[in-house]
């Protein structure tokens, strides 16, 4: 059991009203002295149960010095079961839980906790750090939201609210409580890392810039932090930076897998094929399994005019990240550059399916059933592209010619 989260636990357990001669079974000194004293204090006659159920508390703490967590969590469930009413149990087992990576028992039973207790903020706390590390985000900036709403001194919550947020796609949000932390202690540079991130992902790149630079003049050594440069460098078309900041990174380590493949992004838009899928090739050597370099290294090939060899890339994307709605659309265009269109159409359908609001998985089955005589399954599909985004020229345009096809009038 992790020594230094159990010692924050139990300062916040009023001691029991022990005798002199009994204080040893909170004395941690010597673990192995406390177990013997809190269980002689456990079996005498004297002791209430009250003052029982915080003897197996203490005990439980030295059987965690000792590493001994199955006897640790024992004790915890006997001081439950002596006093079944306590929220504090309850709340401390959940804590040992989080601490031996258990998330999910450990939400199990600060529920219980917080059911008892329902305005205790350790309890919303801990639970929320379990719900962020099972990646149950929402559940977790719940959780944060009421630890600060009923103690406001919780601050050290702020940067785990802030990656919740992150994760959930509130970024404003999320840089709000990541500044509040790095205001209360600027020494917490990491914050600037995720600043950065979300200000990349609400498309603010100079905002971003300023940020990773920040960051890096902290921590010049972080091989992530110039990941991130590099991409919001590409992001604001500054390419040369980006390539300078690739190149360092495999300077300083050529088996990051990340660099090749963001730098074979680059070499696609500067129309530097070849040289994309060598960098993919590097990427997927290092990372096998990895969905976003198989489906790279597919586009590239597909601007080589090579689509056999990018339809095995697709496949292999596919395989690894069935539920990617983009890697199926894009699939289905490569089997439209190999007239292969009853595939292509099954494929933008699976795009659909994952996503219902894919304007241009909608176009493109439109085209594809132009393509084999099916003009009224095209237009179907050409009004529902426009439907969802009026401004699609591709899907206007096909419209115009089904209409025709059909003998209607094309506007």
Do not use: W
Not at 40 to 65: P, V
Not at 108 to 117: A, R, T
Not at 158 to 167: I, M, V
């Amino acid at each position: 059991m992790k020594k230094n989260g159990l010692i924050i636990a139990l300062t916040l357990i009023a001691a029991p009203a022990f005798a002199n001669s009994e204080d040893r079974c909170r004395d941690f000194s010597d673990p192995a002295a406390a177990v013997a004293a809190c269980t002689a204090l456990i079996e005498t006659k004297q002791a209430s149960d009250s003052d029982i159920a915080r003897a197996y508390l203490y005990r439980e703490y030295a059987h965690g010095l000792e590493g001994n967590n199955d006897l640790a969590l024992t004790d915890f469930q006997h001081s439950i079961d002596l006093n079944p009413q306590d929220a504090s149990s309850y709340r401390y087992l959940g804590i040992a839980y989080r601490l031996l990576g258990e998330d999910q028992s450990a939400i199990d039973v600060i529920n219980q906790s917080i059911s008892l207790e329902s305005d205790n903020a350790d309890s919303y706390m801990h639970r929320g750090m379990a719900h962020f590390s099972l990646r149950q985000y929402e559940r977790a900036a719940d959780d944060f939201d009421s630890t600060l709403r009923l103690d406001d001194s919780k601050t050290q919550i702020l940067p785990f609210r802030a990656r919740s947020h992150l994760a959930l796609g509130n970024y404003q949000l999320a840089i709000s409580d990541f500044d509040q932390s790095l205001a209360l202690d600027p020494s917490n540079t990491e914050n600037l890392r995720f600043i950065s991130g979300a200000y990349f992902h609400m498309g603010q790149f100079d905002n971003a810039l300023r940020d990773i630079n920040r960051f890096l003049q902290h921590h010049p050594d972080s091989l992530i932090g110039l990941v991130q440069r590099g991409r919001t460098h590409d992001a604001i078309g500054s390419y040369e930076k980006a390539f300078e900041d690739f190149e360092e990174i495999l300077r300083r380590d050529p088996e990051i897998a990340d660099a090749y493949y963001y730098r074979g992004l680059i070499y696609m838009r500067i129309d530097k094929n070849d040289l994309a899928v060598a960098d993919f090739d590097e990427a997927l050597q290092r990372k096998p399994l990895f969905a976003n370099g198989h489906a790279g290294r597919a586009s590239a090939l597909n601007n080589l005019g090579r689509f056999e060899q990018a339809l095995d890339s697709y496949n292999r994307a596919i395989e690894l990240s069935p539920r990617t709605a983009i890697l199926h659309n894009n699939r289905g265009l490569t089997y439209v550059k190999l007239k292969l269109f009853k595939q292509s159409i099954e494929d933008f359908t699976a795009a659909i399916r994952l996503n219902d609001k894919y304007t241009r998985a909608y176009s493109n089955r439109a085209a594809a059933y132009l393509s084999i005589g099916e003009y009224e399954l095209a237009l179907v599909d050409f009004d529902r592209a426009l439907e969802i985004d009026p401004s699609e020229v591709k899907a206007r345009q096909g419209r115009a010619i089904a209409r025709k096809k059909l003998g209607k009038d094309p506007t």
